[in-house]
T-cell receptor
Framework: EAGVAQSPRYKIIEKRQSVAFWCNPI?????LYWYQQILGQGPKLLIQ????????DSQLPKDRFSAERLKGVDSTLKIQPAKLEDSAVYLC?????????????FGPGTRLTVL | GQQLNQSPQSMFIQEGEDVSMNCTSS?????WLWYKQDPGEGPVLLIA?????ELTSNGRLTAQFGITRKDSFLNISASIPSDVGIYFC?????????????FGTGTRLQVTL
């Protein structure tokens, strides 16, 4: 079974530029998550989708971050404009239903460096 | 946002030694999870705990869900070189339709031969 796919794996941009990350979850998984992992810290949830609807975006900086999950499958996370403090690994995860005992499977992440 | 406190921050041990790490929170969680993250990869689930007081094993790994629901520990017995990595605890709270994970600060494990 294929895992969670993410691209690109690495991205370097200058501050104030825009960037987008793509995630393809495990086939059949209804729930998709985006996490931000700053160096030396654990992942922090940015947004959770159930199919193509948002169920939790309370920690998403909505003035510069946006995410969508068209057709309930792939998802993109965008930052516009980027700041230095956005340098981090952006992890995508998916789970079958998002329920109490569901396991979240993580992709390899996209490492973003903002100069 | 909240991050759970893990200790120790890092450990250097010899192959064959046992390892113990723990995680504490100011909040109560319904579920405690332990993940391992290798360089350049996403976290991988090791053990999930669903009830206060629960003790669960997975091979050489043993984890417990604290009675207060505010802490958990992970033990690794007879460590081997492939145990190297960063171990994260995570607490899960179910809020309506959302199932939110809050991660710890991580324990970096180094194993010497």
């Amino acid at each position: 079974e294929a895992g969670v796919a993410q691209s690109p794996r690495y991205k370097i941009i200058e501050k104030r530029q825009s960037v987008a990350f793509w995630c393809n979850p495990i086939s059949g998984h209804a729930t998709l998550y985006w996490y931000q992992q700053i160096l030396g810290q654990g992942p922090k949830l940015l947004i959770q989708f159930q199919n193509n609807g948002v169920v939790d975006d309370s920690q998403l900086p909505k003035d510069r971050f946006s995410a969508e999950r068209l057709k309930g499958v792939d998802s993109t996370l965008k930052i516009q404009p980027a700041k230095l403090e956005d340098s981090a690994v952006y992890l995508c995860a998916s789970s079958l239903l998002g329920g109490f005992t569901d396991t979240q499977y993580f992709g390899p992440g996209t490492r973003l460096t903002v100069l | 946002g909240q991050q759970l406190n893990q200790s120790p921050q890092s450990m250097f041990i010899q192959e064959g030694e046992d390892v113990s790490m723990n995680c504490t929170s100011s909040s109560i969680f319904n579920t405690w999870l332990w993940y391992k993250q290798d360089p350049g990869e996403g976290p991988v689930l090791l053990i999930a705990l669903y009830k206060a007081g629960e003790l669960t094993s997975n091979g050489r790994l043993t984890a417990q869900f604290g009675i207060t629901r505010k802490d958990s520990f992970l033990n690794i017995s007879a460590s081997i070189p492939s145990d190297v990595g960063i171990y994260f605890c995570a607490g899960r709270e179910n809020t309506g339709t959302a199932s939110k994970l809050t991660f710890g600060t991580g324990t970096r494990l180094q194993v010497t031969l």
